[in-house]
């Protein structure tokens, strides 16, 4: 069945492509090329490139390929890019031309007149619910304790929310932290986080774009049902070497770039890794110097990500990525008095970490014909483990125990993806992938002298394909819709899913500033996170569907307007509605560490709804950029078995999210930011009463203390709002660029909710006529918990 299906999708892409290409040769010729950074050699995505005389236009693809076909004559074409000085070359087109465009960076010049007419403005474009933010504006944001952090950003947009104080999760229009698919050189990351949520695992020197997607998904994206982050590497300088770095409170990094041949191969190496545990050790000794047991906590993360990009000839590209990291945090103790003593040492911890891997070759087949193949390999692997060694000397014996509790996914992956422009009003991919999942959803390893003990969940081995094609068409001159089919399937122990998933984006402009736009997108995903904790930890389970668990599902509408005022602001106002079914939670009680009942038995399915308003005011270039952003939202879910199967708000339901960024630079050596943000209070479940009762199994014992719950996530906590600062001081050398920055997060000292407790306090009533005989009486009241206070950082960058 699915054989037939994949064939019936393959005979429509082939009679799609040959309605679009059919009448299309007569007098027609195509500019083809790259456009690339001049400096960096880096490919620029999204650039765009306008024939002033006919008023059609293309952009530039992930790759910084572009092809535009024009009839024969005269043309006036303008390549621009945000933040770029635009380029314009005039000719006769009599014949297929090749331009590689190589543009200047507005800051490499000293007075640049930038054009705005024709470049990819946002009223244009049929993509809505698309965020996309430069690299410069994401390190000028100021940075929880130094560290700049791409997916903190992110959550800065409107639509977007975090999962808790100095969190670095994304919870996107109502949906969970698994329904992100966030792909690095395109590789699904499955834990994006370092510090135990506090940090993203992305090193922002080592990225070149960051796309994403919330809404109005085309077809060539699927997997996840709430959103697509889509982030770029850095392919390395072709020209000479350059290298960067920082140095902060918490890590220090370093990134070193340049070419292996000249204008042929380049690579990029970037590496991160904290030093808390080499700074807090000395100390950790001299606190336990006058102790017979030593305790030493300990805490680390790293990551390291690499790429090599060749270029084999003009048509020929091949890329190789890769990133690696881990963290460990731990806690060991020894003790054991004179050599003659037995002696002890234990230690218990957890590590998680990620390894992916890709290589890309690209291939220009014609000067229509893009062609694009990936090869991918991903994996998330996390164990919790308590080592025990004991040495008798006296018994001349030593011992060992040790407990592992491990999960993970794998991936391996192959896909093929092609971009075919045969005209101005069409511009047509399609392609396909597979990916072998290999998931382990928790088992439990116990070694000892005696003999090793496996128990608990088994692997289980899953396939996923998919198949996609998708048109954005111009219908005329102020009517363009994108209109694809996204097909996929999945198979498990013997089951078949398959999803047809349909996409339509439109736009039309009602004036030449001002477009009303509309989308819909029916998303499905195979994947799910087990968790039941607030904080995202890495002890969450990734776990396939199966024969009992369903794929999720999503289906979203958008309509919005997209204005462009005086070609230099972007104002955006959408609203949303988005259902999803098979949603997973789990059931009340239930536990990660369950290792007597399958994890399958542990987890409910139901369904969720979100909608909301969304208002986007960004400013990207000038000496003044940043961005306003404001969210009004509900988001709520149900489950037959919980709730009494009466809807109830979701965790992250926030009626009120704000959000203001700005950057000032004055001049070249110092630039000031500012971020201030408010959300309304995360929902919680907390008891309505406590009292106490016999202990059923054992009613001679002292009564025990039973709370009762009411409504689920029937509470809200207090608002959340901070106040961001940070100056850098800038320096330009001879030979190199070095920048002090000083920033201050949570700058008035705001006490913001954290979690909730509850404080006994017991004082003594003296007697009276309500209690004759006086005595204690407890009283019970809830207790805000606040994380951070005003905490200032200071950085040292350096630029070679």
């Known amino acids: 069945m699915a054989i037939a299906v994949c064939r019936k999708a393959f005979l429509c892409c082939l009679l799609f492509l040959f309605y679009a290409s059919s009448?299309?040769?007569?007098?027609?010729?195509?500019?083809?090329?790259?456009?690339?950074?001049?400096?960096?050699?880096?490919?620029?995505?999204?650039?765009?490139?306008?024939?002033?005389?006919?008023?059609?236009?293309?952009?530039?693809?992930?790759?910084?390929?572009?092809?535009?076909?024009?009839?024969?004559?005269?043309?006036?074409?303008?390549?621009?890019?945000?933040?770029?000085?635009?380029?314009?070359?005039?000719?006769?087109?009599?014949?297929?031309?090749?331009?590689?465009?190589?543009?200047?960076?507005?800051?490499?010049?000293?007075?640049v007149v930038v054009t705005a007419v024709g470049?990819?403005?946002?009223?244009?474009?049929?993509?809505?619910?698309a965020l996309n933010v430069p690299i410069a504006q994401v390190k000028a944001v100021p940075a929880f304790l130094g560290e700049v952090d791409i997916l903190k950003v992110l959550q800065l947009m409107p639509g977007i929310q975090s999962g808790g104080e100095g969190s670095s999760g994304l919870y996107v229009r109502g949906g969970g932290p698994d329904q992100n698919l966030i792909l690095l050189d395109g590789v699904p990351v499955y834990n994006a986080s370092?510090?135990?949520?506090?940090?993203?695992?992305?090193?922002?020197?080592?990225?070149?774009?960051?796309?994403?997607?919330?809404?109005?998904?085309?077809?060539?994206?699927?997997?996840?049902?709430?959103?697509?982050?889509?982030?770029?590497?850095?392919?390395?300088?072709?020209?000479?070497?350059?290298?960067?770095g920082a140095i902060g409170l918490v890590?220090?990094?370093?990134?070193?770039?340049?070419?292996?041949?000249?204008?042929?191969?380049?690579?990029?190496?970037?590496?991160?890794?904290?030093?808390?545990?080499?700074?807090?050790?000395?100390?950790?000794?001299?606190?336990?110097?006058?102790?017979?047991?030593?305790v030493m906590p300990g805490y680390y993360f790293y990551d390291l990500t690499a790429k090599v990009n060749h270029r084999i000839s003009s048509r020929d590209r091949i890329y190789l990525s890769a990133y690696m990291g881990d963290d460990k945090f731990s806690v060991e103790s020894e003790s054991g008095g004179s050599p003659d003593a037995s002696h002890t040492r234990n230690e218990a911890g957890l590590k998680w970490g990620n390894i992916t891997g890709a290589f890309r070759w690209n291939h220009v087949f014609t000067n229509q014909l893009f062609g694009n193949t990936t090869l991918t390999y991903s994996r998330y692997r996390m164990n919790i483990f308590v080592k025990f060694w004991e040495t008798d000397p006296a018994a001349q014996e030593s011992r060992y125990y040790g407990m592992d509790y491990l999960s993970g996914i794998e991936d391996w992956s192959g896909r093929v993806a092609f971009d075919y422009l045969p005209s101005p009003n069409h511009y047509i991919r399609f392609g396909g992938g597979l990916t072998?999942?290999?998931?382990?959803?928790?088992?439990?390893?116990?070694?000892?002298?005696?003999?090793?003990?496996?128990?608990?969940?088994?692997?289980?081995?899953?396939?996923?394909?998919?198949?996609?094609?998708?048109?954005?068409?111009?219908?005329?001159?102020?009517?363009?819709?994108?209109?694809?089919?996204?097909?996929?399937?999945?198979?498990?122990?013997?089951?078949?899913?398959?999803?047809?998933?349909?996409?339509?984006?439109?736009?039309?402009?009602?004036?030449?500033?001002?477009?009303?736009?509309?989308?819909?997108?029916?998303?499905?995903?195979?994947?799910?996170?087990?968790?039941?904790?607030?904080?995202?930890?890495?002890?969450?389970?990734?776990?396939?569907?199966?024969?009992?668990?369903?794929?999720?599902?999503?289906?979203?509408?958008?309509?919005?307007?997209?204005?462009?005022?005086?070609?230099?602001?972007?104002?955006?106002?959408?609203?949303?509605?988005?259902?999803?079914?098979?949603?997973?939670?789990?059931?009340?009680?239930?536990?990660?560490?369950?290792?007597?009942?399958?994890?399958?038995?542990?987890?409910?399915?139901?369904?969720?709804?979100?909608?909301?308003?969304?208002?986007?005011?960004?400013?990207?270039?000038?000496?003044?950029?940043?961005?306003?952003?404001?969210?009004?939202?509900?988001?709520?879910?149900?489950?037959?078995?919980?709730?009494?199967?009466?809807?109830?708000?979701?965790?992250?339901?926030?009626?009120?999210?704000i959000s203001v960024v700005a950057v000032q630079r004055l001049g070249k050596r110092v630039e000031l930011s500012g971020t201030w943000v408010f959300g309304s209070g995360n929902c919680i479940t907390v008891p309505t009463g406590i009292f106490h009762a016999n202990n059923p199994f054992n009613p001679s014992t002292p009564q025990v203390e039973v709370q009762e719950y009411g409504e689920r996530n029937g509470y809200r906590m207090a608002p959340y709002h901070r106040l961001d600062l940070s100056v850098s001081l800038?320096?330009?050398?001879?030979?190199?660029?070095?920048?002090?920055?000083?920033?201050?997060?949570?700058?008035?000292?705001?006490?913001?909710?954290?979690?909730?407790?509850?404080?006994?306090?017991?004082?003594?009533?003296?007697?009276?006529?309500?209690?004759?005989?006086?005595?204690?009486?407890?009283?019970?009241?809830?207790?805000?918990?606040s994380l951070f206070p005003i905490i200032p950082s200071v950085t040292y960058q350096f630029k070679f």
């Open 436 to 657: 072998y999942h290999i998931f382990n959803p928790g088992a439990i390893g116990m070694t000892s002298e005696i003999m090793p003990l496996d128990f608990g969940g088994k692997k289980i081995y899953t396939c996923e394909y998919s198949l996609y094609a998708e048109d954005d068409i111009r219908l005329d001159d102020r009517l363009k819709a994108n209109v694809g089919l996204h097909l996929s399937a999945f198979s498990v122990r013997g089951k078949l899913y398959a999803v047809p998933q349909p996409r339509i984006s439109a736009r039309y402009l009602l004036t030449d500033d001002l477009s009303a736009k509309a989308s819909y997108s029916h998303m499905a995903q195979y994947v799910h996170l087990l968790t039941n904790s607030n904080l995202g930890l890495p002890t969450d389970l990734w776990t396939p569907t199966t024969d009992l668990l369903h794929p999720q599902k999503s289906h979203q509408v958008a309509v919005g307007l997209a204005h462009n005022f005086r070609e230099t602001y972007e104002l955006s106002l959408e609203g949303y509605y988005k259902a999803m079914d098979n949603v997973i939670e789990y059931k009340e009680g239930a536990s990660v560490f369950e290792v007597h009942n399958q994890w399958e038995d542990k987890v409910l399915q139901g369904e969720g709804r979100s909608y909301g308003v969304e208002f986007f005011a960004q400013k990207k270039t000038g000496s003044f950029t940043g961005w306003i952003g404001y969210t009004l939202s509900w988001s709520d879910r149900r489950f037959d078995a919980l709730n009494q199967g009466r809807r109830f708000s979701y965790k992250y339901d926030r009626r009120h999210d």
């Open 730 to 785: 800038i320096k330009k050398k001879r030979l190199y660029e070095r920048r002090w920055i000083f920033g201050a997060y949570n700058a008035y000292n705001r006490r913001n909710p954290y979690y909730m407790d509850i404080e006994e306090n017991t004082r003594y009533q003296p007697a009276s006529p309500t209690l004759p005989s006086g005595g204690a009486i407890k009283q019970y009241r809830y207790k805000q918990i």
């Open 194 to 244: 370092h510090l135990f949520g506090f940090f993203s695992v992305f090193n922002a020197d080592a990225i070149n774009n960051i796309e994403l997607l919330k809404g109005g998904f085309p077809a060539r994206h699927g997997g996840r049902v709430s959103s697509v982050i889509d982030i770029s590497m850095k392919e390395g300088n072709m020209q000479q070497f350059h290298s960067e």
């Open 119 to 129: 470049s990819d403005r946002i009223q244009d474009r049929t993509q809505m619910s």
């Open 251 to 294: 890590s220090s990094k370093l990134t070193v770039e340049g070419p292996i041949v000249k204008d042929r191969t380049s690579f990029i190496v970037s590496g991160r890794r904290t030093y808390i545990d080499l700074l807090a050790r000395p100390f950790i000794k001299a606190m336990n110097s006058e102790s017979d047991e030593q």
């Open 23 to 111: 009448g299309l040769y007569a007098q027609k010729y195509t500019i083809s090329g790259y456009m690339r950074d001049s400096l960096t050699t880096e490919n620029l995505i999204g650039a765009t490139l306008y024939n002033r005389s006919g008023k059609l236009g293309t952009s530039s693809n992930q790759y910084g390929f572009y092809s535009l076909t024009l009839p024969k004559g005269q043309v006036e074409l303008a390549y621009s890019y945000v933040g770029y000085a635009t380029q314009v070359y005039s000719f006769v087109l009599d014949r297929d031309t090749v331009i590689d465009v190589n543009m200047r960076n507005t800051l490499q010049l000293e007075e």
